[in-house]
């Protein structure tokens, strides 16, 4: 077989030839069209200025401006494509000690909201606004037939300060003197944030027979440890329109005239909109976004606001106001003439009225020259208690009397046996009663005005920021559930935790309708004929209403079931005191014979009625054939 030879020549052919294809494929770059020119664009950090307000920090960066993409946008844009060529990345920032803004140049709009000295349930920066959950935004026509979003414009900052106020002009420019401005100005140690929509020389581009809406909408964060607490029970849509302030729950809608301010209230935390010019026309909507609760989620609702602007003499003029902050009764009554503090949930009617008048300046109180929140609801307990123990002894008097004539009741049974004879048993029974100066309504009475109280209190703890994250013994958090043990699993209406601060309230429960139970059946008439027996529901309820309170309460405020555990362990002393040192059985029955020999008083015209009502049902009765 024949050795091949190495062939220097065709080496040498191909390194030639290679050398050929590199100097062709050196030559061949794409082309620079020769219309593109340099230009330099400014990048506004606040955040790396002194004070946020000295002269911003610009990072200058050299792109070619391409004239195919100008002339698109001019065709898109029309009189505001300059906004858009000459616009830039950017934000700037308003801050003080409670809250920090940032302000996006592209919309204008608020696309960071801090607020400052709280943190989430697992610790974490509290955000109102982050990564693109809440939008702003203005839509409009123009005299040139295009639609235009304020959102997808940029809007050229100025930041400027005028003695302690803070100021951020964002301005969408036509020119030097037509322009769309947001002007949003920050005074210290206050949430409130001033905010206006001006408009100069755009009268004769913004078409007036467009409508103009305002589009403001926010996917609300997750804050609490109780995701079904905070998204079922306190998460709301407020709103103060025709001079009443109102909510409406996820899934509604609703249209509304002369609207004031829209609050996109969570538990413990808003985000609102006020305006000194009420809206009309104007469309919210509150969507759940929580669609199971068993499943972990960085959301709670979505809320929208949808209003047309009205023009003045062809632009826009609205003052308006931004407030993101804590949802504190406290704070929020002390901006007169808004209402807002009616959006921190207190309960409506009589339950709001005692915790607006009376709880919230007993707890404001006691906070004063008390540092730890739970003795503060030990102490408060200890004077709701003493304020209604005037109540329970009412109740325990009027025990002792039916307990007195109880006797007499029962002989009235044997003497009047029998359906056709209940009438003349109820008539004769209310004629006991009324000489011994018995009513049942006495005991009843007392247990109804304690009900107010009761629900009152439900409201007041779990939405009293003041709780929120603080401590008492093995409860991490007052505003939420304590944890002693938690499960593998989840118990249906239970959860996957066990609490024991609602163990307590159940137990200390229990023996209170336990020793409640003869107090009840001394209340109740002896059982007539045909009627159910009352002492047997009762038996039921001393066992089912514990088990409900442990099953309701696991997951909610450890505060709440801590006042149920006190109150009702004050009730049960109150109560023996009471029993053995107050209520004497002796002097009761000799005062009921004493008023027996007195004269009847005449009856009321109400009375009277009755008497009359109940004798011709008897007579009635009477007249009726008896059935074999």
Not at 201 to 222: A, E, K, Q, V, Y
Not at 362 to 391: D, E, Q
Not at 479 to 491: C, V
Request: proline share 4%; with cysteine; charged share 20%.
């Amino acid at each position: 077989m024949e050795q091949k030879k190495f062939d220097f020549n065709s080496f040498i052919g191909l390194i030639l030839l290679g050398g050929i294809i590199f100097w062709w494929m050196s030559t061949q770059k794409p082309e620079i069209e020769a219309t593109e020119e340099t230009n330099t664009t400014q990048i506004i950090d606040s955040t790396k200025t002194r004070d946020n307000f000295s002269t911003p920090v610009v990072n200058e960066t050299t792109f070619e401006n391409d004239s195919v993409k100008q002339i698109a946008l001019k065709n898109k844009l029309g009189a505001f494509a300059q906004s858009a060529i000459v616009g830039t990345d950017g934000f700037s920032v308003l801050e003080n000690e409670l809250v920090k803004l940032t302000i996006d140049n592209k919309g204008g709009q608020i696309k960071e909201a801090l607020i400052k000295n709280y943190k989430t349930y697992d610790s974490l920066p509290l955000y109102m606004i982050k990564d693109n959950n809440a939008s702003f935004n203005i839509n409009f026509g123009t005299t040139d037939n295009r639609i235009l979003n304020t959102k997808d414009l940029f809007f050229q900052p100025t930041i400027t300060k005028n003695g302690d106020k803070q100021i951020v002009s964002m301005k969408l420019r036509v020119s030097d003197t037509q322009f769309l401005e947001y002007r949003y100005e920050m005074m210290p140690k206050e949430y409130m944030v001033n905010f206006s929509i001006r408009s100069q020389g755009l009268s004769t581009i913004i078409n007036s027979s467009n409508p103009i809406h305002l589009d403001w909408s926010l996917t609300g964060f997750r804050h609490e440890k109780s995701l079904k607490t905070e998204n079922t029970m306190y998460t709301y849509y407020y709103y103060k329109a025709e001079g009443e302030v109102d909510y409406i729950n996820a899934g509604k809608s609703e249209v509304l005239n002369d609207l004031d301010w829209v609050a996109y209230k969570q538990h413990f935390f808003t985000s609102n909109l006020l305006s000194d010019t009420p809206f009309n026309n104007a469309t919210i909507t509150s969507t759940d976004l929580v669609l199971n609760e068993d499943i972990d989620t960085v959301f709670t609702k979505k809320f929208e606001l949808k209003t047309p602007l009205e023009l003045s003499n062809g632009e826009l003029n609205y003052d308006m106001k931004w407030f993101y902050g804590p949802n504190d009764y406290n704070l929020l009554k002390t901006y007169k003439g808004t209402d807002l503090a009616d959006s921190s949930d207190l309960g409506w009617g009589i339950f709001g009225f005692l915790n607006r008048t009376i709880f919230y300046p007993v707890f404001n109180f006691l906070k004063g020259f008390l540092g730890n929140y739970g003795l503060i609801i030990i102490l408060m307990t200890i004077v709701v208690r003493l304020i209604m123990s005037p109540l329970v002894y009412k109740s325990y008097l009027s025990s002792a009397k039916m307990k007195v004539i109880r006797p007499e009741l029962t002989a009235l049974n044997e003497k009047y046996p029998g359906k056709e004879n209940a009438m003349k048993r109820q008539q004769e029974t209310m004629a006991i009663q009324r000489k011994a100066g018995v009513s049942m309504m006495s005991g009843c009475i007392p247990a109804l005005l304690q009900m107010p109280v009761f629900f009152a209190l439900f409201k007041f703890f779990p939405t009293n920021i003041s709780l929120r994250q603080e401590s008492f013994l093995w409860a991490n958090d007052l505003s939420s559930y304590d944890t002693i043990f938690k499960l593998p699993f989840t118990i249906p209406f239970y959860g996957d935790h066990v609490s024991l601060f609602p163990i307590l309230a159940s137990v200390a429960i229990f023996f209170y309708m336990k020793m409640n139970q003869s107090q009840q059946a001394n209340m109740q008439a002896p059982t007539q004929e045909g009627m159910p027996d009352m002492s047997k529901m009762m038996k039921y309820m001393i066992y089912f209403s514990p088990i409900m309170m442990l099953f309701f309460f696991n997951n909610y405020a450890s505060s709440l079931s801590l006042y149920y555990f006190v109150s009702n362990l004050l009730t049960i002393a109150i109560m023996l005191v009471i029993k053995n040192f107050v209520i004497d059985e002796d002097k009761i029955h000799a005062q009921i014979e004493e008023n027996k020999k007195r004269p009847e008083k005449k009856k009321s015209k109400f009375r009277q009625k009755i008497d009359d009502a109940m004798k011709q049902a008897q007579d009635q009765q009477a007249k009726k054939p008896k059935r074999k």
